[in-house]
């Protein structure tokens, strides 16, 4: 299975409409992978705040009808990152994804708002929901940045079946050691892999940490993106997920989480 992860930069002298336009020639520029990523809020920016109810979306809005489009015509599975989503006057954080016809198989609205007790923590509503989609290879479960610093999270995905973890970002410079170790430590705690796309360049002052990253179920990073713009192509064996499992079955060993603890007083 290839997986394509677009590291694309955002940049704030570029328009939107241009970046979305952009997006979409690179994600048709993939034909021949199974999956394609993109990062968080990559119309935008994931740190563009001030912007955020200006380039608010429907889901049949404008970058939905680029990602459909680009879809269809690469004929791959599409993770399109994320948008600001305009709904019943609130604003969410929300992924969409692609099969390869166009159609929009899935949305997942961003549980884990960053900013504490401002930006999108406050601007934006919360997601309820844990997504999984179910590929011909195997079962993605979805995440979105900040979400990877929740591990609770990524253990009921993998309860929901996933066995590979898509977590689209706009993960900062400054903690970009966070992200690669998040990253693997995801992987080696739910034995499955971990596909996480994070955007280029700089926007609303934040420069923006790159190194989109691949690791596999063991928690070996299969490749790393540098901190520019660039395409990262990997390819997965989906049935290392099972032989990671069985091998070292410690999935079989939890214990919280299942049961109730009894808690000494």
């Known amino acids: ?35 394609v990523v993109l990062p968080e809020l990559w119309p935008v920016g994931a740190f563009a705040y001030e912007s955020f109810a200006a380039e608010a979306e429907p889901l049949d809005g404008p970058t939905h009808e680029a990602m459909s489009a ?43 708002r960053f900013g504490f007790d401002k930006g999108e923590a ?8 844990l997504v999984t989609v179910p590929l011909p290879e195997l079962t993605l479960g979805v995440a979105t940045c900040y979400d990877l610093r929740f591990p609770e999270l990524f253990r009921g995905l993998v ?22 170790l998040l990253a693997q430590a995801r992987a080696v705690e739910n034995q499955a892999y971990v596909l996480a796309c994070g955007t280029a360049g700089t926007h609303a002052g934040v420069e923006q940490a790159g190194h989109s990253i691949a690791v596999d179920p063991w928690g070996e ?9 660039e395409v990262l192509r990997v390819d997965l064996d989906p049935a290392k997920v099972t032989t990671t499992r069985e091998q070292f079955p410690a999935l079989k060993d939890r214990v919280l989480g299942l049961a109730r603890p009894t808690l000494q007083k």
């Open 1 to 35: 299975m290839r997986a394509s992860l677009i590291q694309i930069a955002v940049d704030p002298d570029e328009p939107v409409n241009a970046r979305r336009a952009r997006a979409a020639e690179m994600v048709r520029a993939e034909r021949g992978a199974d999956l």
């Open 70 to 112: 680009a879809a269809r015509d690469a004929g791959v599975w599409l993770h399109a990152g994320s948008i600001v989503e305009a709904a019943a006057g609130e604003l969410y954080n929300t992924s969409l994804v692609y099969d390869p016809d166009g159609a929009r198989v899935r949305t997942y609205r961003k549980i884990h």
């Open 122 to 129: 406050v601007l934006m509503a919360a997601g309820e929901e």
């Open 159 to 180: 309860d929901a079946g996933a066995q590979a973890l898509v977590i689209p970002a706009g993960w900062p410079a400054r903690r970009r050691a966070h992200w690669t």
């Open 221 to 229: 990073v299969l490749a790393e993106a540098g901190p520019a713009e």
